[in-house]
């Protein structure tokens, strides 16, 4: 008897070692919810510099004996007399660190030299008893790091002025412009496209029509090709964007096992954003489960979460202007089939394909066509094209490989830039099979013939949708993985789905839900 006492005390002992080394070593293996870092901290000082200096590269790309005036954006209804929440300008953003409505940004360059002032809204205590606290001018320069600041009442007479070229002196004398400029500069739409109203700048375009006798210039190329290269000061608030966006990605694939309906899913994520004090999504979340996951941008998550499909999250959080654009898709499970995995894989090969060439020099198209490869190979092996011709895979690779990463999730720059250090960009191949795809193709007998022999094929894959996306930075050597935290090959999301929801922190959120 007690033999058999010691005997199980010490299997239970060698038992209970071998789980705590597993567990300890999947710990290590497996990234954790719990280690998203915190936010940057930035002092006055490296923001004053930052600013200063992008507001001299502007200036040094713009013609002498000119002037930029940049508008604050117009608030957008939402419905009735309710706004959407105000979002500024990026470039004024970008170059005064401001947010507030209402502020005009105005910078001229004559004979090499800078002048650079701010016309703010005057405190009021009506608008600020409706819509909050107005920065102060002590405020505006702290944040700015701006000298001459102008109240907001005085930019009719600017605008006066300048309207027909004449001289500008503000009513307390801070702000001199000189008679006779010969360019404007102004953010103006660039096509016809831009001019629906769909777009922005509408105000700057009507301002740009009662201008006489200037040469009117597009301000846009010089803040697009400013943009491109993130320098380290937004490199380090980009990453906080994607460390934001890592953990609702994480905790969302988590609870995603136990939830119902999408948008429970879709609210882990976005409870992460409000809890991270993100400023707001950078563009509106997609959570789709099953052959949802083929719309792109999928935006009523209102389907069911179902055991066996796949959930595709595109989530990105802002973060001080900044946005991620993150994607993965997992199975609700925990485990992929066959199926799921072998379109997965393909997907998978693209991306690392596209990193791999990756490095200063290269131009985007090179990458595009990396992808393409990868992919046309595997739809190719798969039997979902029947033919390398460049043409039949984008059936079911219906995307760009990806964009410019920034202030806006799709942001400004040439396409035709060799990449550079410090341009960063997604990485987000993906193969949708359409539940209906082939029922949509023109009757011809090229499509008779390709559909007859990629049926088989397809009705094996058919609804599944797979997208990965990753935020990438060009680095001196090739390219970090900026979101190389979350979980992405097969093995590293099963392992992080069996012990994802263990390790999740409690909250209301997932605590079971009586419907
Ligand atoms: N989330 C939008 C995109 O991936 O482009
Ligand atoms: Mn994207
Ligand atoms: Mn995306």
């Known amino acids: 008897m007690k033999k058999a006492i ?15 080394a597993v567990f300890s070593q999947s710990m290590v293996e ?4 719990r280690k998203t870092p915190p936010a940057p901290v930035i002092t006055d000082a490296e923001r004053h510099a930052e600013l200063a200096r992008r507001r001299a590269a502007v200036a040094e790309r713009m013609e002498d004996n000119s002037i930029l005036v940049l508008l604050s954006t117009t608030p957008k209804l939402y419905s009735n007399s309710v706004s959407y929440v105000y979002r500024q300008e990026n470039n004024l953003v970008y170059l005064t660190g401001l947010k507030q409505n209402n502020i005009t940004f ?20 009506v608008s600020e008893a409706w819509d909050g606290k107005m920065y102060s001018t002590e405020e505006a320069a702290a944040i700015s790091g701006l000298k001459t600041i102008i109240p907001s009442s005085e930019r009719a007479a600017f605008l006066a002025a300048l309207k027909t070229r004449s001289a500008y002196t503000s009513t307390e004398g801070k702000a001199n412009i000189a008679t006779g400029l010969a360019n404007v500069y102004l953010l103006l739409p660039s096509s016809p496209r831009d001019q629906t109203g769909l777009r922005e700048y509408g105000p ?6 009662e201008l006489s006798g200037f040469n009117v210039e597009n301000a846009r190329p010089i803040f697009a090709a400013l943009r491109l290269v993130k320098s380290p000061y937004e490199i380090k608030i980009l990453q906080h964007s994607v460390d934001i966006s890592t953990e609702a990605h994480m ?7 136990r939830a119902k309906w999408e948008y429970e899913v879709q609210a882990e994520v976005e409870y992460t954003f409000r809890r991270r004090n993100a400023d707001y999504w950078g563009y509106p979340s997609i959570v789709g489960c099953g052959p949802n996951a083929t719309t792109l941008h999928y935006q009523l998550p209102k389907g069911q979460v179902r055991q066996g499909d796949l959930l595709l999250m595109d989530v990105g959080a802002e973060y001080e202007h900044y946005t991620a654009d993150i994607t993965r898709t997992f199975p609700v499970n925990g485990k992929f089939t066959k199926e ?8 998978y ?11 200063p020099g290269v131009r985007f198209a090179l990458l595009q066509m990396t992808a393409n490869e990868v992919i046309e190979d595997g739809l190719l092996k798969l039997g979902l094209i029947t033919k390398k011709d460049g043409m039949q895979f984008r059936q079911w690779f219906i995307h760009g490989l990806g964009h410019w990463l920034g202030m806006n999730v799709h942001d400004v720059g040439d396409y035709g830039t060799p990449l550079a250090p410090g341009m960063v960009f997604t ?20 499509n008779r013939e390709f559909i007859a022999r990629v049926k088989p094929a397809f009705e094996k894959y058919k609804g599944i949708g797979v997208r990965i996306e990753d935020d990438l930075l060009v680095t001196a050597n090739g390219v970090e993985w900026m979101s190389k935290n979350l979980p992405r090959s097969i093995a590293d999301i099963e392992a992080f789905m069996a012990k994802g929801p263990g390790e999740l922190p409690l909250t209301a959120s997932l605590l079971p839900y009586k419907y």
């Open 6 to 20: 010691i005997w199980i005390i010490i299997i239970a002992f060698v038992l209970s070692g071998l789980t705590a």
């Open 30 to 33: 497996t990234p954790s919810i």
């Open 106 to 125: 105005v910078m001229t360059k004559t004979g090499g030299e800078v002048k650079e002032f701010l016309f703010l809204p005057k405190r009021n205590p």
């Open 204 to 209: 700057e375009n009507e301002l740009s029509k």
């Open 251 to 257: 905790r969302a694939m988590a609870a995603a096992g």
């Open 340 to 347: 799921q995995a072998e379109i997965y894989q393909i997907v």
């Open 349 to 359: 090969d693209a991306q690392e394909a596209v990193a791999k060439a990756t490095k």
């Open 427 to 446: 990485n987000e191949p993906g193969i949708y099979i359409r539940p209906d795809a082939l029922e949509w193709l023109p009757d011809t007998p090229e």
